[in-house]
Nanobody, 123 residues
Framework: QVQLVESGGGLVQAGGSLRLSCAAS????????MGWFRQAPGKEREFVAA????????YYVDSVKGRFTNSRDNAKNTLYLQMNSLKPEDTAVYYC????????????????WGQGTQVTVSS
């Protein structure tokens, strides 16, 4: 069982940066593949990034490659998403999620979800 709590969202101007954190409870955090998803108003939930349990493999949606960096600290049970060069189209509620199997790109593969944190990028 894993409980996830996101933080770090907020309002930022285009071109700015934010770092999201996802604190996980549970002793088996390192066993899970961790993902970030986002959902903008009126749009479907979208895969953003994922990182495997050892942190050696990271995956990104094309629209954030080169701007976002996903990392994890298993000792701290924390997942991070560093977001640079933010654009208005990045505005969404961002969720972290955890899974043990299935596609990293599909939200339905993830077993546990946080409550989400709002990111708003003004132009």
């Amino acid at each position: 069982q894993v409980q996830l709590v996101e933080s770090g969202g907020g309002l930022v101007q285009a071109g700015g940066s934010l770092r999201l954190s996802c604190a996980a409870s549970g002793r088996t955090f390192s066993s899970y593949v961790m993902g970030w998803f986002r959902q903008a108003p009126g749009k479907e939930r979208e895969f953003v990034a994922a990182i495997n349990w050892r942190g050696g493999g990271t995956y990104y949606v094309d629209s954030v490659k080169g701007r976002f960096t996903n990392s994890r600290d298993n000792a701290k049970n924390t997942l991070y998403l560093q977001m640079n060069s933010l654009k208005p189209e990045d505005t969404a509620v961002y969720y972290c999620a955890a899974k043990t199997r299935g596609s990293i790109y599909e939200g339905t593969s993830y077993d546990y979800w946080g409550q989400g944190t709002q990111v708003t990028v003004s132009s």
